[in-house]
């Protein structure tokens, strides 16, 4: 019966051994924490429940890039360490017998399922990054349920293994391995490389070491990264006699021209892609806070806006009251005080502080007052 990998003494290295699994497990653990987390962030301030819209915060103007940029940067550090991980307990695969017991075979079930969401969740969040959606599944929601399913995984693979970690928490008490402190200072050299070469996506400061991250910040018109152009929505049709359309108890229409010539403002705001690049840039155009007063909005009001995008999943974003009457939200008309290229929303896009950048809507039709 017991072939192969199932015989006795087939693994050979010493560092299969609890002490290394533990050390592993709480870098892990901690990248898949600030993952986690972060992440729950991105998906409220994207779907947000009725209760909680009205009170999101639109500071700091950054948060969102920080927090975005942190759930890339640990989801892609934990790619290398959950590899470290598995290989350090995958002996255990093969354990013989393969279950002693109900309990140990529901043990080993949830360590299936809690491996299979891990890699999953790494894999479909990395090949965002990419912008590859080799799938049929929505990978939004796909990415949140497999989130919640590893983290009970985890917390479930914890509380089995808390007897074994507290043992070996501490060095003084494991028994030491040759090559331990190699491996570990190996897998920790891997870490700190593909962070480093990825996170210059969003990281000022690391953008001269940006060698591995899909996205260049400062590629594309006036160094500002395109994730979605014009031809790619369908190349989007700006109509000669475009008028902005704004709804509410007073409705009007302006023209471009019309617009240019209301008060202009000022904001420099980070576009923060959920694909975890970001860049800051200087808009210039009107306040929605503006724009809604004129329509005689009550305060308090939400907004909807459409694009002229013909279709797609960001057409009509919906904007809660904080950000729409925040005075940095602006109705933007131009890019460092030139006019938007059509790939960045040419005649007119949104621009708001603390927003995910599927929010920051291109090509703008219309804006109507919601309650
Ligand atoms: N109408 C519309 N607006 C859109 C998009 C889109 O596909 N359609 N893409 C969004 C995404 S995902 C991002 S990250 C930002 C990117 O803005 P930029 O192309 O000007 O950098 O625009 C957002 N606005
Ligand atoms: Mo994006």
């Given amino acids: 019966m017991r072939r192969g990998p199932f015989r006795d003494g087939v693994f050979t290295s010493a560092l299969h051994e609890p002490?290394?699994?533990?050390?592993?497990g709480r870098w892990l653990g901690g990248a898949l924490l600030?993952?986690?987390?972060?992440?729950?962030?991105s998906h409220?301030?994207?779907?947000?429940?009725?209760?909680l819209a009205g009170m999101l915060p639109s500071r700091p103007v950054d948060g969102y890039r920080v927090t975005q940029g942190l759930h890339v940067i640990s989801g892609v550090a934990a790619i290398p360490l959950t590899g470290a991980k598995l290989w350090t307990v995958y002996p255990r695969l093969f354990e013989w017998p393969p279950a002693r017991s109900a309990l140990h075979a529901l043990e080993r079930l949830g360590i299936a399922v809690l491996v299979a969401a891990v890699l999953l969740e790494l894999f479909t969040g990395l090949l965002n990054t990419l912008q590859w959606?080799?799938?049929?599944?929505?990978f939004r929601q796909t990415h949140f349920w497999l989130g919640w399913l590893a983290t009970g995984g985890l917390l479930v693979h914890l509380a089995v293994k808390a007897p074994l970690v507290a043992r070996h928490w501490r060095r003084a008490q494991a028994p030491a391995v040759a090559g331990r402190r190699g491996f570990l200072a190996s897998v920790g050299v891997a870490v700190g490389a593909v962070t480093l070469t990825t996170a210059g996506q969003t990281v000022p400061?690391?953008?001269?070491?940006?060698?591995?991250?899909?996205?260049?910040?400062?590629?594309?018109?006036?160094?500002?990264?395109?994730?979605r152009t014009a031809a790619q929505a369908g190349t989007v049709a700006v109509?000669?006699?475009?008028?902005?359309?704004?709804d509410g108890p007073r409705p009007f229409r302006l023209t471009l021209a019309e617009l240019r010539e209301l008060p202009q403002y000022e904001a420099v705001l980070p576009i923060?892609?959920?694909?975890?690049?970001?860049?800051s840039a200087r808009w210039s155009g009107v306040r929605v806070a503006d724009l809604l007063a004129r329509a005689g909005a009550p305060p308090g009001s939400a907004v909807r806006v459409t694009s002229l995008e013909a279709e797609g999943p960001f057409r009509v974003m919906e904007m809660p009251a904080p950000y729409a009457e925040d005075p940095l939200t602006l109705l933007a008309l131009a890019l460092d005080d030139e006019v938007l290229s059509p790939d960045h929303g040419f005649p007119a896009r949104i621009i708001a502080p603390n927003r995910p950048g599927v929010l920051q809507t291109k090509w703008v039709a219309?804006?109507?007052?919601v309650r």
Avoid: M
């Fill in 19 to 24: 002490r290394t699994a533990v050390v592993l």
């Fill in 34 to 41: 600030v993952c986690f987390l972060t992440g729950l962030t």
């Fill in 44 to 51: 409220l301030l994207q779907n947000p429940p009725t209760w």
């Fill in 133 to 138: 959606y080799p799938w049929p599944f929505p």
């Fill in 205 to 227: 400061w690391l953008r001269a070491v940006d060698l591995l991250a899909p996205r260049r910040p400062g590629s594309g018109p006036r160094g500002l990264p395109v994730n």
């Fill in 239 to 246: 109509p000669a006699d475009w008028q902005l359309e704004v």
């Fill in 272 to 279: 923060a892609c959920v694909e975890g690049w970001s860049v």
């Fill in 366 to 369: 219309r804006i109507e007052v």
